[in-house]
Every structure is written in structure tokens, then in C-alpha cells.
């Protein structure tokens, strides 16, 4: 494998918490993404962002919410399925997270995503804000 891709060692992707990493799209854009460990042990990776508010990060950098295999979306109470990517409650159910195609091999984790490139371990440090700042929910939050 690449270890230009290596995102992690596969024993540091945890199952109930999220290792958040940095990827470069194809127009040469950060963006971060997560992987967590399944409950089969298996390791998925989806782009960290909620499909209610795209600006609105899942994992802020300190590990999303994740209970019972999904992950949760702080602002409004979204779940998402971490096995399928579907949001089964909140404002946005029935949408789908973004995946992010990785491998497992040698005991690390493998970026492998043509629509990637690694960019590092941890957050962009592009957008730090969860988005809603600057807009009042039907929460009042
Ligand atoms: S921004 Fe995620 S549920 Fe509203």
C-alpha cells in the first residue's frame, strides 16, 4: 500500500468514537473526514459534515457523538447509521452521509479514494465553526 495514504494504524480506529482526518479533493480543496470502527470490525469513513447543515461539522475535533452504531449530529439531533451512512432521524432523514472509500491492510488504515488525496491525521484547520453561529435553530440554539 501507499503510505502516502496510511490515514492511521488500524488499532488507533476506535468502534463508539470517530478519528477525525484532513483529505485534498480533486480542485485541491481541504476537506476533513472521519473513520470509525463497526461493531464487525470493520472500518468506514464518511465526510464530516451533516447532510441538514453542510457547514455544520459531525466531529469538531475532539470526536463526534456516537452511540449504538451512529453518529449524531450535535446541532439538531440527527442520527446517521455509521454501517449504511443513512440518517434514520432528525431534519435531514433519509439522506445519505458521504462516504469516503478506505482500506485495511499491513495494520493501517488506507485512504483509498480516487476522488482523495491524504492530506494528514487531525483536523483542516480551514473551518473550525460548526456552522451555526451566525443562525438561530428552531431550538433557539
Ligand atoms: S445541522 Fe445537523 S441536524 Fe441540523
Not at 33 to 54: E, K
Not at 61 to 85: I, S
Request: glycine residues 14%; hydrophobic residues 30%; contains cysteine.
Amino acid at each position: 500500500m501507499d503510505e502516502d495514504a496510511r490515514v492511521a494504524d488500524a488499532d488507533d480506529v476506535p468502534e463508539g468514537e470517530t478519528l477525525l482526518f484532513t483529505v485534498r479533493d480533486g480542485d485541491g480543496e481541504l476537506a476533513e473526514a472521519f473513520c470509525t470502527r463497526l461493531s464487525d470490525g470493520t472500518v468506514v469513513a464518511y465526510r464530516n459534515y451533516c447532510q441538514h447543515w453542510t457547514d455544520v461539522r459531525l466531529d469538531k475535533g475532539d470526536g463526534a457523538r456516537v452511540t449504538n452504531g451512529e453518529v449524531w449530529c450535535q446541532k439538531h439531533g440527527a442520527t446517521f447509521q455509521l454501517d449504511t451512512g443513512v440518517c434514520d432521524f432528525g431534519p435531514c432523514e433519509g439522506s445519505v452521509m458521504e462516504s469516503v472509500d478506505v482500506t485495511v491492510a499491513d495494520g493501517g488504515v488506507y485512504l483509498n479514494d480516487e476522488e482523495y488525496a491524504l492530506e494528514h491525521l487531525g483536523p483542516s484547520g480551514v473551518d473550525e465553526g460548526d456552522g451555526g453561529d451566525s443562525r438561530i435553530d428552531f431550538t433557539g440554539n
